[in-house]
């Protein structure tokens, strides 16, 4: 079965560092984009960024350049999304998602998704 | 950037045709995909390429892409299609994902 499996939901306070993961299994996951996707509270999808697990090649959304990094481990077929330093505003839902084929593919295969809360 | 326009929400009784708009700037020149959400769920791909299902999708869902607008019909609604509708286009001129934002279907 074709599968992402994220990591469990974080707490973290303002300022703190935080990595979530996203593991792919029963298909070639070096071979598919993965994208990630933010749903804040109550609100819709926004696509931060994706990933080419394959030769780690990348491309971010303007709103999302800067604010967090990308990267993946092919050996382990998991791709990463990582803050330096989080805010309030970070609290959400984070989904990571294969893209069918190109770049230009749909997401065919969602994680359950990664819930994310910054409080003080 | 490119945006994509859906309505914020649709409500219709059961049995009856639903249509959820996706608006975009010549959007029929671009390929547009749908999902579909659940409360507490991840989004599932329902239409891909304007107008193709998944395996696994009831043939009571279908897209279509013209001009300025695209459409997510579902026909014979029932309360189990009650879910948030998102559009989605890759903007290749920016080489980026868009997506609408989002049609919350009520059956009433």
């Known amino acids: 079965e074709v599968q992402l499996v994220q990591s469990g939901a974080e707490v973290k306070k303002p300022g703190e560092s935080l990595k979530i993961s996203c593991k792919g299994s029963g298909y070639d996951f070096t071979n598919f984009w993965i994208g990630w996707v933010r749903q804040m509270p109550g609100k819709g999808l926004e696509w931060m960024g994706m990933i080419y697990p394959g030769d780690s090649d990348i491309r971010f959304s303007p709103s999302f350049q800067g604010q967090v990094t990308m990267s993946g481990d092919k050996s382990i077929s998991t791709a990463y999304l990582q803050w330096s330093s989080l805010k309030a505003s970070d609290t959400g839902m984070y989904y990571c998602a294969r893209l069918r084929g190109a770049a230009s593919d749909p997401f065919d295969i969602w994680g359950q998704g990664t819930t994310v809360t910054v409080s003080s | 950037s490119y945006v994509l326009t859906q309505p914020p929400s649709v409500s219709l009784a059961p049995g009856k045709t639903a249509r959820i708009t996706c608006g975009g700037d010549?959007?029929?020149?671009?390929?547009v995909h749908w999902y579909l959400q659940k409360p507490g769920q991840a989004p599932v791909l329902l239409i891909s390429?304007?107008?193709d299902r998944p395996s696994g999708i009831p043939e009571r869902f279908s897209g279509s892409n013209s001009g300025n607008t695209a459409t997510l019909t579902i026909s014979r609604v029932e309360a189990g299609d009650e879910a948030d509708y998102y559009c989605?286009?890759?903007?290749?001129?920016?080489?980026?994902?868009?997506f609408g934002g989002g049609t919350r279907l009520t059956v009433l």
């Open positions: 989605q286009v890759w903007d290749p001129t920016s080489d980026h994902w868009v």
């Open positions: 390429y304007d107008s």
């Open positions: 010549n959007i029929g020149i671009k390929s």
